[in-house]
């Protein structure tokens, strides 16, 4: 069992909602409920109020066999007492509204999968957008609470750029329990770019894993600027949002444009990730060689110098990189005052896979990527 301070809200479940009052169990009866209909399930969440920061508002029902034992707050919508402790061994089995968040899950992702696996990732941005996905909410505490480069999260778990190329679905994703969110494709170039051909995103079930090679698909920076400019502001509004700069395929000046998206994006950003490391674009990792990189941090530093509010910037590195080769970014890095480095992006190797797109082209991450290789164990050394 985890312990959790909390304060907030809650509408409550379907009986509470039909006669008004939020109703809870004494210990003992709720430990019977989860023997009895609960056996096995590790998505509960067990809430533990003071009954003396109540008040007034405690009412107290008698059971069948005649003792008093459950209690009800006043009205739904009751605010949680502060010092009140959630008991938590997962994720929630139900939401606001009662439904079973675990089988919901169960179902769409089912459905999910008989789809083509880009139309998936399509469909479930826009089921998130249009508040047809269980979200979990804010999850914070003071043990999780983080804070890197200046930036305060609520907990140290983010989500990668890839997922949201577009900032469609941010407001949703900032309710998603999140402690930071990265948008952007690979990357994001100043213009729109269609990407590479399709198909380019596949599913190797057996390893856990995917392949993409999108190619820096998505809509542009105005458009993705605009959506970062008016995301919903709130309680959920805290929690950093960064995009991941990029550049065009077949752009002259690839150094610049990581440059011109930051001058446009940064105001309206908490950090910035400087992407050399996709393997989808030809010759883009080339920009992780020492002077290329030199030069291209320190147009982007220049710029990010000039704004308004100073943001951090972070650097993505690939993963299939040499000692040498890391040592040398390392040294770039520290020269360049870059705020960190992010490893890493998806990799080429394709060691111990088993699934039959394992000799699809692309970057692979996922499960067989959970483990740097060799050579970040060894330049992580004192």
């Given at each position: 069992m985890e312990h959790?301070?909390?304060q907030g809200e809650t509408l409550g479940a379907p009986i509470d909602l039909a006669d008004g009052y939020i109703h809870f169990s004494t210990k003992d009866q709720a430990a019977e409920t989860a023997a009895k209909h609960f056996a096995g399930e590790g998505d509960l969440v067990l809430v533990a109020l003071e009954a003396a920061a109540l008040g007034a508002s405690l009412k107290w029902e008698p059971r069948a066999a005649g003792s008093f034992s459950r209690?009800?707050?006043?009205?739904?919508?009751?605010q949680i007492a502060s010092g009140s402790r959630i008991c938590r061994s997962a994720p929630m089995a139900t939401n606001s509204r009662g439904y079973d968040v675990k089988l919901i899950e169960r179902a769409g992702l089912k459905a999910l999968h008989c789809?083509?696996?880009e139309l998936a990732h399509s469909l479930s941005l826009k089921a998130m957008s249009a508040?047809?996905?269980?979200l979990g909410g804010i999850v914070s505490?003071?043990?999780l609470a983080t804070n890197v480069a200046g930036l305060a999260m609520r907990n140290p778990v983010g989500l990668a750029?890839?997922?949201?190329?577009?900032?469609t679905a941010v407001g949703a994703l900032m309710r998603a329990g999140f402690g930071f969110l990265e948008v952007g494709g690979a990357a994001t170039p100043p213009r729109p770019q269609a990407g590479n051909a399709k198909p380019r995103l596949f599913r190797l079930t057996q390893d856990r894993a995917v392949i993409n090679r999108f190619g820096f698909n998505n809509d542009g920076m105005e458009?993705?600027?605009e959506r970062l400019k008016n995301r919903p502001s709130g309680i959920s509004a805290d929690i950093p949002v960064g995009l991941n700069l990029g550049?065009?395929?077949?752009?002259?000046?690839r150094a610049a444009d990581f440059a011109r998206v930051l001058a446009h994006a940064g105001p309206h950003i908490n950090f910035a990730t400087v992407n050399v490391s996709s393997p989808n674009t030809e010759k883009l990792r080339d920009l992780q060689g020492k002077e290329a990189l030199t030069a291209l941090l320190k147009g982007v530093t220049d710029v990010r110098d000039k704004l308004s509010r100073r943001i951090p910037i972070f650097l993505k590195i690939a993963p299939d990189l040499s000692l040498a080769e890391i040592e040398e970014i390392a040294e770039v890095a520290l020269m360049s005052k870059i705020d960190g480095i992010i490893a890493t992006n998806t990799t080429l190797a394709r060691d111990g896979l088993t699934s039959a797109h394992r000799a699809e082209a692309g970057g692979l991450s996922g499960a067989p990527c959970s483990r740097p290789p060799p050579a970040f164990w060894r330049s992580s050394r004192p």
């Open positions: 959790f301070d909390a209690i009800s707050t006043v009205r739904s919508n009751a789809l083509d696996p508040g047809l996905v269980p505490s003071s043990r750029a890839g997922m949201d190329k577009n900032a458009a993705i600027t550049a065009n395929k077949d752009s002259a000046d």
